[in-house]
């Protein structure tokens, strides 16, 4: 390395990224100096009535300041006695008691003390009077002349709840920190509470940014993006004890953005921002941030992956946090690192139902040195939850439409040995282990045979992590089924020769796979496909989709190339729907696609070969009733109906 090639921080002209961050701390580095500059902190206390502490959180400890219920109280509608005048009591040998003259009901102070050989009429919820020690169910007796007989023994205490025996006063009812829910409040009323001191809710300030960002609801200009973080870090707030202000999203003007941040900050106790932290995004909300209170910025660059950009900073005593613009990355950081400090401004304790343990599948590589987040989804396996990895690698742009949570790699680790236990951080805190669990590969044709079981109440969990991924999955019991679709070189065969012992194949459909153009490209109109495919590689100025290694669809392409690397080929999306968006956008002239995806996005279709998509089921599951009516889906006329209507060829 040459001298001044280095990469001292300092040094004039050094990259934006070495500028903008100067010092990557640790997350554990970070957290530590985050919660020294805002703790410790009294959390603001209002008191609220009942009715409007629904969903706060106690600010102290509630002691009972009475009993319930007040006094001892019957718990039957039936005569208020003394046990041991019952002692002979039985069937056929009637014990004769005198009534009292006053009947006790709901709100009756007593007048008379049971005497031996007495008893005194009582409501269900009518004090027990002096003397008495049992309530006898009117059931179990017989009008007697001035009184009554009674056929059955009493024990002490028989029917009576004791004064305190729900609650007893002087006990802590309710702890501070607890969230009030309607079982709180019912507990308060009991106490005759009328009003509690709640922690007061911060009040959080939402801003995202960027020039691409457009409202959910407005329609979407080419390269616009949906306001993805404005939304979710609103409700994660909220879920987290917050009270969410989503002040919009402002683009990437340094001026604009400073106005709307000095104003969040006046009226807020906490601003969230999103996007603008990555390398060459300008900067701006970060250099904001130095003029806006002390101490300002204490951690720019934390060595996270995804969340890298992370900023975090303390304006005059108020949090204020950059989010990486990924939506993915800001759930992650928001999750692990503000989620925290929320709930302690909150005066909430931390989250236990957001954490689970559950076993990694397989190794899971990881950066050295940086904190990973790994995006999961969870199934049930033989020995408990299995956490699948949704995201393979990098994590920055995987959805949310699978996901159950997170899991968190320690910096210090390069992978997760397979079968490691790892603690996952809900998103949602609850898990619902699915009824029909289907790991494979992914086939918009399997919606079609999915939406009648969800219409039945069943719950599916589909995850696409290929052929091979869904083969193995199945092997080790994590699935019902897995969709695959894998020829056989040596068979010139579909699926059945990849199937191991314990697994049977169940036929799905044939989907037709093809050459896509743009309709209207005269180079490829009214062609077939082997003369296409050579009009395509004599043109140098036409650009090929291909697909990813591993894929059904590569191996046709490869065929197809004959060994030509033409311009494009390094272009490798994972799906069939991203094929048909480059060339239906104009970012590549020809691929390889199947017609139900060609269709839908309007391109020019030349069939190529057809391909079986078939089902690989775990026979010891195939008796669950879950399964079954998978298979009756799969085998209905109406499915089948619906099959081909969307273009595949039902088995
Ligand atoms: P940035 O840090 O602003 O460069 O953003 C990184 C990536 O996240 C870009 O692809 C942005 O379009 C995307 N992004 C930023 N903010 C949002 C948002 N609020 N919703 C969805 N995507 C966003
Ligand atoms: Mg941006």
Not at 446 to 461: E, K, M, T
């Amino acid at each position: 390395m040459g001298e001044g090639m280095n990469n001292a921080p300092t040094r004039p002209g050094a990259g934006i990224e070495q500028e903008q961050f100067l010092a990557i701390l640790s997350r554990e580095e970070a957290l530590t100096r985050f919660d020294a500059a805002l703790f410790p902190r009294a959390v603001p206390v209002e008191r609220r009535r009942l009715a409007d502490a629904l969903g706060m959180a106690l600010a102290e400890d509630v002691v009972a300041p009475i009993d319930v219920p007040p006094f001892d109280r019957a718990n039957v509608d039936g005569f208020a006695a003394r046990s041991t005048d019952l002692a002979e009591a039985g069937e056929g040998r009637g014990v004769k008691l005198v009534l009292n003259d006053e009947r006790i009901a709901c709100g009756t102070e007593p007048a008379l003390p049971v005497l031996g050989g007495t008893a005194t009429p009582i409501s269900t919820g009518g004090p027990i009077p002096r003397g008495a020690d049992a309530v006898i169910m009117v059931e179990h007796t017989e009008p007697a002349g001035e009184g009554i007989a009674v056929r059955r023994a009493a024990s002490p205490g028989q029917f009576i709840s004791y004064a305190g025996s729900d609650i007893a006063r002087g006990e802590t009812l309710l702890r501070a920190g607890t969230l009030i829910g309607s079982r709180e409040i019912g507990m308060l009323a009991a106490c005759g509470i009328a009003s509690v001191p709640v922690a007061r809710k911060p009040k959080v300030a939402v801003i995202s940014t960027g020039d691409e960002l457009v409202q959910p609801g407005a329609p979407l200009p080419s390269a616009g993006i949906y306001d993805t973080n404005g939304a979710i870090v609103s409700a994660a707030i909220a879920e987290n004890g917050g009270e969410p202000v989503f002040l919009g999203a402002f683009p990437d003007d340094e001026a604009t953005l400073e106005a709307a941040m000095r104003e969040a900050l006046a009226g807020h106790d906490m601003l969230i921002l999103s996007g603008g932290t990555s390398k060459g995004a300008g900067d701006v909300s970060h250099r904001i941030i130095a003029r806006l209170g002390k101490p300002g910025i204490i951690a720019h660059g934390v060595a996270l992956k995804p969340g890298k950009p992370l900023c975090l900073a303390v304006c005059d005593g108020k949090p204020v946090v950059i989010l990486p613009g990924f939506p993915t990355s800001a759930m992650f950081t928001f999750h692990d690192m503000i989620v925290p400090v929320l709930r302690r401004m909150a005066g909430l304790p931390p989250r236990t139902d957001a954490h689970v343990t559950a076993t990694v599948p397989l190794r899971v590589p990881s950066e050295l040195g940086r904190t990973e987040f790994v995006m999961i989804s969870l199934v049930e396996g033989q020995e408990g939850l299995v956490a699948y990895p949704t995201s393979k690698g990098s994590g920055a742009i995987t959805s949310f439409a699978q996901a159950d949570g997170f899991v968190r790699i320690e910096a210090l680790a390069d992978h997760l040995p397979v079968g490691a236990q790892v603690e996952v951080t809900l998103f949602t805190p609850q898990v619902h282990v699915p009824d029909l669990v289907i790991i494979g590969s992914h086939c918009t044709g399997l919606d079609r045979v999915l939406a009648p079981l969800v219409q039945q109440g069943l719950s599916v969990r589909s995850l696409s992590v290929g052929s091979l991924g869904g083969l193995a999955a199945a092997r080790r019991g994590e699935c019902d089924v897995a969709p695959i679709h894998l020829f056989d070189e040596r068979t010139k065969s579909y699926n059945e020769p990849f199937l191991s012992p314990g697994l049977e194949l169940v036929p799905g459909w044939r989907r037709m796979q093809g050459f896509v153009h743009r309709k209207g490209d005269a180079r490829f109109e009214g062609l077939s496909a082997e003369v296409a495919v050579k009009a395509a590689l004599a043109d140098p100025a036409c650009l090929l989709v291909n697909r990813n290694q591993g894929a059904g669809t590569r191996i046709l392409i490869d065929a197809l190339l004959g060994g030509a690397r033409p311009e494009g080929y390094w272009n490798q999306p994972k799906s069939h729907n991203a094929v048909a968006a480059a060339v239906s956008q104009g970012r590549a002239d020809w691929g390889v696609t199947i017609a139900p995806v060609a269709d839908a996005a309007g391109l020019g279709f030349i069939p190529l070969a057809e391909e079986h998509y078939d089902f690989a089921l775990v026979s010891a599951r195939r008796e669950r009733p879950p399964v079954q009516a998978f298979l009756a889906a799969l085998h209905s006329p109406e499915v089948r109906q619906a099959l081909e209507e969307a273009g595949f060829r039902p088995a």
